[in-house]
């Protein structure tokens, strides 16, 4: 009998709360996606001062007033309020400098893509312009598909669409070049 009292409460209770689960479970598509959507952490720094090594050689030391670092499948670092580093050679002597308004390095690449109003300018005063940059670390040098502009020292001017070059702007190829123009003084000093 009492097996049977127990037995029989059980089954009511059990029935009960599966009824309950079912009606508890009204929410939308839309609601259960938000709940059970990926959440991406997010580290923020401001005024960061950050140092680019491999094997213990200096390779660049970057300033930004923010960066964004998103932990994912992969790491990934954004600059979105402006970016300024410099360029070491291997025997610490530097080589160029770099400013753009936005860059986000890719960690397991170890390549940065910098946007908007970059601008690379090397010890010997030759600047490259260009609207997006590619920075391979590894490899030193920089790449883009986009239009350029490279200002000489002596008052040439290059411009074109894709480049690939060393980042102290030694040497670059254009890869569809439009002109070299010479310029007077007066008009290379606004760059």
């Given amino acids: 009998m009492i ?8 089954l009511q209770a059990a ?22 959507k990926k959440k991406q952490m997010v580290e923020e720094a401001k005024d960061v001062q950050s140092i680019f090594s491999q094997q213990g050689v ?22 979105p309020k402006t970016l300024h580093v410099d360029f070491f050679d291997p025997s610490g002597k530097q080589e160029s400098k770099l400013d753009a308004l ?13 946007r908007d109003s970059v601008v690379v300018i090397n010890v ?23 239009t350029v502009i490279i200002a000489t020292k002596d ?13 102290d702007i030694s040497w670059y190829i254009i890869k569809q070049p439009t002109g070299v123009i010479l310029v007077a003084d007066s008009t290379m000093n606004g760059h």
């Fill in 102 to 114: 936005y860059g986000r390095y890719l960690e397991n690449m170890n390549k940065v893509l910098l």
């Fill in 155 to 167: 008052k040439h001017l290059y411009g074109g669409k894709g480049l690939e070059a060393a980042q």
């Fill in 124 to 146: 010997k005063g030759d600047t490259l312009k260009t609207p997006e940059l590619w920075w391979d670390q590894n490899q030193r040098k920089f790449y883009t598909d986009s």
């Fill in 58 to 79: 200096l390779k660049a030391k970057l300033k930004a007033p923010i960066m964004l670092r998103y932990q994912g499948d992969t790491a990934l670092v954004v600059f």
């Fill in 3 to 10: 097996n049977r009292f127990f037995y029989k409460t059980f």
């Fill in 15 to 36: 029935l009960f709360t599966g009824c309950l689960f079912v009606l508890g479970c009204e929410n939308s598509q839309r609601e259960l996606d938000r709940i059970t």
